[in-house]
């Protein structure tokens, strides 16, 4: 049976231990929730100050060049392109992953609009997160097109002749589990279908190779395993022989062949570029690529497969914890056990109380988060285990906490059943 020991021990001698240190992380607190917003980098507070009182206070409109403000968003598209299987070029930042999947989707339908008509559903699963299934009934509305709504393993089979375009999260945000990319995108390109891969739950944190997998759009949030801050912005790509061939539906002005030339007429810019919309956000900017720099601060120790192997290593232990020292608590593991088809996340199912438990060991300091379920899926206590700062006896001493909270009937406290507005 591991002891904490042994969890010490496996943090002696882990090559990317190292990199805890380019976080700020608070006292006291166990962080097990970098699957929704990524810990503060010790870089970034620093960074936007200097942009605050420097490049704003004291350069101003000059900034635009001088500071290379107007680059920032190809600049740390190319540093988040490195991630994904991107091309330097590929990838820009803009906007929110929402307004991102409705440019592609758009894009992706009238690519097909061009080719057929008869070509009108967008194929997606009924679990994917609620936004990107919204954006995708917007899109729809309109055009007359059908949201089809498949469970995951109905979406092999789940391909017809109407469909336009599969939309996947690559990683599952409620259970962890994670898609085969490059086969379900073989899947879709043989019925004539495109495929859309929201990577949120992937960048950052499980090697994702865009260009080998063939895949036609993605788009991803810079506030989650990037640490790009609350609300940063997000990032989009399309496969290179899609790019020219995009009618971006917000054409706005930075997304135009020359802004400066304030044509009354659009022209989109060559490529990616024209992905963006309007002004990019600078200050929030400037704290991403903080947040990208601290993934790419892995590569001298393996980068993203070594992350990706500690994650596993993490995810694995955290599953054997909670066999062996909550049994008989009522704990289901949800997500995949099998780790290969498991992104950076552990969730937990609890027939009674989940939210409670979670609320009880956010009281201790253990910060994990809860998603209800619904008539189809159960209700969720959901830990992420980010490899860049977590550390084998932090996983120990989750589940530590955990087994006390369940065991002392501590999470039946009313306190621990009053919800919150943000779960
Ligand atoms: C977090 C997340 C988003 C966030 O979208 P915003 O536009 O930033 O609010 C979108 N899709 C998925 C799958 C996510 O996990």
């Not at 942009?51 to 107007?70: C, F, P, Q, T, Y």
């Not at 992953?97 to 967008?122: G, P």
């Not at 395993?225 to 790509?237: D, E, H, I, K």
């Not at 399309?238 to 020219?244: F, G, I, L, N, S």
Request: glycine share 10%; proline share 6%; hydrophobic share 40%.
């Amino acid at each position: 049976m591991t002891s904490r020991e042994d969890c010490l021990a496996r943090d002696q001698a882990d090559p990317l231990a190292c990199l805890r240190g380019l976080f700020d992380l608070p006292d006291g607190t166990l962080y097990l929730d970098g699957n929704s917003l990524g810990v503060l980098p010790k870089a970034t507070a620093a960074r936007v100050q200097e942009v605050v009182r420097h490049e704003w206070g004291v350069d101003l409109i000059k900034s635009w060049n001088s500071a290379g403000w107007m680059d920032l968003p190809r600049r740390v598209g190319d540093k988040i392109a490195q991630l994904i299987g991107a091309g330097p070029g590929e990838v820009v930042v803009a906007d929110s992953t929402s307004v991102n999947l409705y440019k592609v989707l758009m894009a992706a339908a009238r690519l097909q609009q061009e080719r057929s008509h008869e070509r009108r559903v967008i194929v997606s699963e009924r679990s994917n997160f609620p936004t990107d299934l919204y954006i995708a009934q917007g899109v729809c509305e309109p055009l007359g097109w059908e949201l089809r709504l498949l469970d995951a393993h109905e979406l092999e089979a789940g391909f017809a002749p109407d469909t336009a375009i599969l939309l996947l999260t690559h990683v599952n945000y409620r259970t962890g589990r994670m898609h085969d990319m490059a086969h379900l995108t073989r899947l879709a390109h043989e019925c004539g279908a495109l495929a859309v891969w929201d990577l949120a739950h992937s960048a950052g944190a499980v090697p994702v190779d865009l260009t080998a997998c063939e895949a036609d759009y993605a788009v991803g949030c810079g506030y989650k395993y990037l640490n790009g801050g609350p609300g940063a912005p997000a990032f989009v790509w399309a496969h290179p022989r899609h790019a020219d061939r995009f009618a971006q539906p917000l054409s706005g002005w930075l997304g135009h062949v020359a802004p400066f030339e304030f044509s009354p007429h659009y022209t989109p810019a060559p490529g990616i570029a024209r992905y963006l919309c309007g002004t990019p956000p600078v200050l929030s900017l400037a704290a991403l690529e903080c947040g990208v720099d601290t993934v790419l601060a892995a590569e001298p120790h393996g980068g993203l497969s070594a992350l990706r192997a500690k994650s596993l290593a993490l995810s694995e232990l955290f599953v054997q914890l909670v066999d062996t020292r909550c049994a008989g608590h009522g704990l289901t593991v949800v997500s995949p056990r099998d780790a290969g088809r498991r992104g950076s996340q552990v969730c937990l199912s609890r027939a009674e109380g989940g939210y409670a438990v979670v609320q009880a060991l956010i009281a201790r300091g253990v910060i994990g988060d809860f998603r209800a379920g619904d008539s189809r899926t159960p209700d969720i206590l959901r830990f992420g285990l980010t490899p860049l700062y977590t550390r084998y006896v932090d996983v120990w001493d989750a589940v530590e906490h955990l087994r006390q909270v369940l065991q002392d009937g501590e999470w039946q406290r009313p306190e621990f059943h009053r919800r919150q507005a943000v779960t």
